[in-house]
């Protein structure tokens, strides 16, 4: 599987790799005498090769976690603690960012901001408890549009306390590759084309790091698939033709469960969605997942093929219900209102003009950026793109854009002054996604990435409780590199004398 390219071992590396041996079985000792519930797991983020598209193509070198595509499931109970060693086999830093999981600050893994990068041939060791059961996935943060756009990206699934029923429990992690007709990547990563449109939206899709043909089913089968969106760019909206697809949990959070509007389960990247699929079809048929998001660019992803025997007659009557995590409610009537607006891109001045006149609230914000239009341009030519609120950021290295005070209720409420979707992720926090364009929702579901229509307003709700400097970012990973992240710091009005700010390790 791993090729030539995997640098030798230096001998600072194997120091380093000693210790976090000796390290662990300590720690293993020590928890085996005290609780039971720490789970071990090293992760190598390294080359490898991998058969995205069906033989007679070749393979495709991707760059890859333990040599695997997507790399391997990590599975742990709620409430158990985990220790992931992440070992850099790559020739550039890394890190791993666990997408969703409310880890403490500094095992976010976003480099400058809250640890160093992991050099080549080094190791870093995470540790923290999965407090929230649901689906969760990890990936690098370190030049996020190659490094995951090449293959670097795995689950993590928190198995509930007590799971509900189902007959299987299945995980589809989405992509998307542009690949060659040999199949080989193409290697346009980072261009300035993809960063003002819509990412780097390819031309071959997987499940599961290979294009899929079909998956075989039951007729009265209960499957519960856990839904990961890793693409760099594309959206998904699965059509799941005459199943009726109930969604129970949007990024690892439980929600009321129901099936979405027009059948549709939209995810952007970076987003999930546990359903529950009760397969009906008689034994022999077919049924397509067809993925109808973009207008006019329908395509099969998958069919469900029904074995010849059925599982059973009806469709089982077991509840659908998931216990909720354990997330700080938002007082809405009380909360602190921030107002974030999201401008640039292609067409960016055109949609700006347009909802200026529209809004007041935003005005200041895209007020100064339709005053300065000529360096507008100018900070595209440099690769500066998306702002937000009017800054576009370089590099992790940044003053938080906003101040949330620990403890307290915000909401954050989001104009999309842009022509193009945004997934907007916030890392250390789940939010609840209160209301759009004005219209409460109907299910205020809790998510960690919330995609916004192009014009689009979104507020959204939560408890500042996890103390930090966290990002906040679109997950179109090309948007994200153009500039469209920003840190919001969660702290204390006044710290006090001697009390650590904001962790940096
Ligand atoms: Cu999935 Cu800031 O990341
Ligand atoms: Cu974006």
């Not at 199949?183 to 790091?209: K, P, Q, S, W, Y």
């Not at 998958?302 to 509840?319: A, E, G, I, N």
Request: aromatic share 8%; hydrophobic share 40%.
């Amino acid at each position: 599987m791993s090729n030539l390219r995997i640098p030798t071992l230096t001998r600072r590396a194997f120091i380093a790799s000693a210790t976090a041996v000796s390290a662990g079985a300590m720690f293993t000792l020590e928890s085996n005498a005290r609780a039971a519930s720490v789970r071990e797991f090293r992760l190598r983020a390294g080359f490898g090769r991998a058969q995205i598209t069906p033989e007679p193509h070749g393979d495709t070198a991707v760059w890859c976690y333990d040599g695997s595509l997507p790399g391997p499931e990590i599975r742990v109970r709620q409430k158990e603690r985990l220790r992931i060693v992440v070992e850099n086999a790559l020739d550039e830093e890394t890190t791993a960012h666990w997408h969703g999981v409310r880890v403490p600050n500094a095992m976010d893994g976003v480099p400058h901001l809250t640890q160093a990068p992991i050099p080549p041939g080094e190791t870093f060791t995470y540790a923290f408890e999965a407090v929230d059961a649901g689906t969760f996935w990890y990936h690098p943060h370190q030049r996020s549009f190659e490094q995951v756009g090449r293959g670097l990206y795995g689950p993590l699934v928190v198995e509930e306390a007590e799971p509900i029923r189902v007959d299987r429990d299945v995980t589809w992690m989405l992509s998307d590759w542009r690949l060659t007709e040999t199949a080989e990547m193409r290697e346009d990563f980072g261009n300035l084309h993809d960063a003002m449109h819509n990412g780097r939206v390819g031309n071959t899709v997987t499940i599961n790091g290979r294009v899929p043909d079909y998956f075989p089913v039951r007729k009265g089968e209960r499957i519960r698939l856990r839904l990961i969106n890793a693409a760099n760019a594309r959206i998904f909206g699965l059509d799941f033709a005459d199943l009726d697809p109930v969604v129970i949990a949007f990024d690892g959070q439980p929600v009321e469960p129901h099936v979405p509007e027009g059948g549709l389960v939209v995810l952007g990247p970076a987003m999930r969605a546990d359903i529950i699929l009760d397969m009906t079809a008689d034994a022999g048929n077919r049924t397509s997942v067809v993925d109808r998001f973009y207008e006019g660019l329908a395509y099969r992803l998958v069919d469900f093929v029904y074995d010849d025997q059925p599982l059973r007659k009806t469709v089982p009557d077991w509840p659908l219900v998931l216990a909720a995590n354990p997330l700080p409610e938002p007082d809405v009537a009380s909360a602190i209102r921030h107002e974030v607006t999201f401008n640039g891109g292609m067409m960016g001045a055109m949609v700006m003009q347009e909802m200026g006149d529209m809004d007041e609230g935003s005005s200041g914000a895209m007020g100064n950026m339709t005053g300065g239009m000529g360096s507008m341009t100018d900070m595209m030519h440099s690769g500066k793109i998306w702002f937000i609120n009017g800054v576009a950021a370089e590099g992790h290295i940044m003053d938080p854009m906003l101040t949330l005070t620990r403890g307290k209720s915000h909401v954050v409420a989001m104009t999309n002054a842009t022509a193009w979707h945004h997934p907007m992720h916030l890392h250390g926090h789940s939010f609840r996604v209160i209301s759009r364009n004005g219209q409460p929702t109907r299910y205020r579901e809790w998510q960690d990435t919330v995609l916004m229509a192009p014009r689009e307003r979104v507020e959204i709700a939560f408890v500042a409780d996890n103390p930090g400097n966290w990002m906040f970012h679109c997950h179109i990973l090309e948007h994200q590199a153009a500039g469209m992240m920003g840190v919001f710091r969660v702290a204390r009005p006044h710290p006090l004398k001697g009390e650590p700010k904001c962790e940096r390790s």
